[in-house]
T-cell receptor
């Protein structure tokens, strides 16, 4: 069966510091991969999606970036965090033949 | 434009009652919809999906109804249990077919 991992589970970072969140998927090949952000009490905002290695599409302009160095690895990064980057970051994977997405456990980021 | 929303931010029911969570969408061309359940501090969990060529789809204790005429989607949960307490999101496939657009969520509270 497929599983999706995210780490770290929680992170507290000062403003201006860099960020690297990692997501890996097991049990499937060539998945579509997604990064979402969820503010407290809000819905999910799509940040990036990827249909293959090195292929990244950005949905919202911001100081975040994403990379896909391997088929089942998706990384969310920032060079300098802002207070507004605080939130719950979710990675998801989707198959090629359907539109459903399956989410990881998330990373709670607090920028202080 | 594309937008998905839910009618009520909160819904409180008694254990054993049937719950109905509603969602409205704006894109009449949308052809795929999905419901997620998100428990506190966790990633969203896939519940059920439906394509626009169907009006109804049933799962285990859940039914999704799609009314394309009024662009309305609902999730019915039979014999609601305390474990059903969570935030429920509807989502639709975006026009490009590359991602899901999420509504803001309805918080379901089940009391014993």
């Amino acid at each position: 069966s497929q599983t999706i991992h995210q780490w770290p589970a929680t992170l507290v970072q000062p403003v201006g510091s860099p960020l690297s969140l990692e997501c890996t998927v097991e049990g499937t090949s060539n998945p579509n991969l997604y990064w979402y952000r969820q503010a407290a009490g809000r819905g999910l905002q799509l940040l990036f999606y990827s249909v293959g290695i090195g292929q990244i599409s950005s949905e919202v302009p911001q100081n975040l970036s994403a990379s896909r160095p391997q088929d089942r690895q998706f990384i969310l990064s920032s060079k300098k965090l802002l207070l507004s980057d605080s939130g719950f970051y979710l990675c998801a994977w989707g198959g090629r033949e359907g539109y459903e997405q399956y989410f990881g456990p998330g990373t709670r980021l607090t920028v202080t | 434009g594309e937008s998905v929303g839910l009618h009520l931010p909160t819904l409180s029911v008694q254990e054993g009652d049937n719950s109905i969570i509603n969602c409205a969408y704006s894109n009449s061309a949308s052809d795929y919809f999905i419901w997620y359940k998100q428990e506190s501090g966790k990633g969203p969990q896939f519940i059920i999906d439906i394509r626009s060529n169907m009006d109804k789809r049933q799962g285990q204790r859940v039914t999704v109804l799609l009314n394309k005429t009024v662009k309305h989607l609902s999730l019915q949960i039979a014999a609601t249990q305390p474990g059903d307490s969570a935030v429920y999101f509807c989502a639709e496939k975006n026009q490009a077919g590359t991602a899901l657009i999420f509504g803001k969520g309805t918080t379901l509270s089940v009391s014993s």
